[in-house]
C-alpha cells in the first residue's frame, strides 16, 4: 500500500526518491496500476463543498473593506448627507451583484472544465 505524503513533504523532496515512495517512475503507471490505486484511493478529486445561500450573501458584508463601506454609510446616515449615503448604498449593492455574478461565472467555468478534458 502507498504511504500518503503530504505537498510540503512532496516539495522538498527528491524526484527519484519521490518516485520510490509513490511507487511509480518518470513514465507514470500503467492502465493496470492506475485502474488498481483507483480502486484502492479512490478518485484524486477535491470535494465541493456546498454553502448556504445565506451564507454567502453573509460573506459580502465581511472584511475590512465592507465594515469600512458600512460605517461610511452609516456617517452619511447620521448626519444626513443623502446624497453620500445613497453614493455608498448604489456602490455596494452593484459591488455585491458584481461578485455574485464572479461566483456563479467560477461554478459554470468549474462545469466546463471537466466536460473540456473529454
Request: net charge negative; no cysteine.
Amino acid at each position: 500500500m502507498i504511504k500518503a505524503i503530504t505537498a510540503e513533504e512532496a516539495e522538498k523532496t527528491e524526484v527519484h526518491s519521490l518516485f520510490g515512495k509513490l511507487e511509480t517512475s518518470e513514465s507514470g503507471l500503467s492502465t493496470s496500476e492506475a485502474e488498481q490505486r483507483q480502486s484502492q484511493l479512490g478518485f484524486n478529486e477535491i470535494s465541493e463543498k456546498d454553502t448556504s445561500p445565506v451564507v454567502e450573501f453573509l460573506r459580502y458584508f465581511w472584511g475590512p473593506i465592507p465594515w469600512m463601506i458600512e460605517v461610511a454609510a452609516i456617517l452619511s446616515l447620521l448626519v444626513r448627507h443623502w446624497a453620500d449615503f445613497t453614493i455608498i448604498v448604489v456602490y455596494r449593492h452593484f459591488r455585491m451583484e458584481t461578485q455574485r455574478h464572479q461566483v456563479f461565472l467560477n461554478r459554470v467555468k468549474g462545469l466546463i472544465n471537466p466536460l473540456a478534458a473529454h
